[in-house]
């Protein structure tokens, strides 16, 4: 939580600054309420080596994880730390790799990310809607010492939205924002 206060003499004093800050606002943060995060993570990895000839060369992966937030503080917490709770993510792959060249494709999924709590309506809320992105890289081993590589991400060009809505935002009301940074790539 965050605590504000006007500067007084005894506030300075205390944390031992000039009683030139009188009237200044000073504000600090504590740790309150009894919030806890409960949840699971789920992963799996294979090699693909039973498929006659090829299946050495690739493997497969996926994740994905479930939280949840409890406890008298939970709605805050949901709302306010590390920049709002994001309750699910997954991703998923395909790696590919033979002497000296490999490879890889990545499929990537944020769920709904709870920002902030608006003032402009009662029970709106700010945040984030899920989304799903996909990357690429490539890399050829030249010596050793020495490697090639290419990578590319959101190559499918997601597009991020945010929005305020809620019980409390009438329909013709609703925020939206939408924005991609397009796709970008690193050699």
Do not use: C
Request: hydrophobic share 35%; glycine share 10%; proline share 2%.
């Amino acid at each position: 939580g965050t605590i504000y206060k006007t500067a007084d003499a005894a506030l300075l004093d205390s944390i031992g600054l000039s009683q030139d800050y009188v009237g200044y606002r000073w504000q600090t943060r504590i740790n309150v309420g009894d919030a806890r995060i409960d949840g699971y993570e789920l992963g799996y990895s294979q090699s693909l080596d039973f498929i006659p000839r090829v299946g050495k060369m690739f493997s497969v992966f996926a994740n994905m994880t479930k939280l949840r937030v409890l406890g008298g503080y939970s709605s805050q917490f949901n709302l306010k730390a590390g920049g709002g709770n994001i309750p699910t993510t997954g991703n998923a792959g395909m790696r590919f790799a033979y002497k000296r060249v490999s490879a890889g494709v990545y499929w990537n999924y944020r769920g709904k990310q709870f920002r902030d709590t608006s003032g402009s309506f009662t029970d709106a809320r700010e945040n984030v809607r899920a989304v799903q992105q996909w990357d690429a890289n490539v890399e050829y081993q030249v010596s050793k010492h020495f490697a090639v590589f290419a990578a590319a991400r959101n190559i499918n060009n997601a597009v991020t939205r945010w929005s305020l809505d809620g019980p409390g935002v009438p329909e013709w009301s609703t925020v939206e924002n939408n924005y991609t940074n397009g796709a970008q790539y690193s050699l």
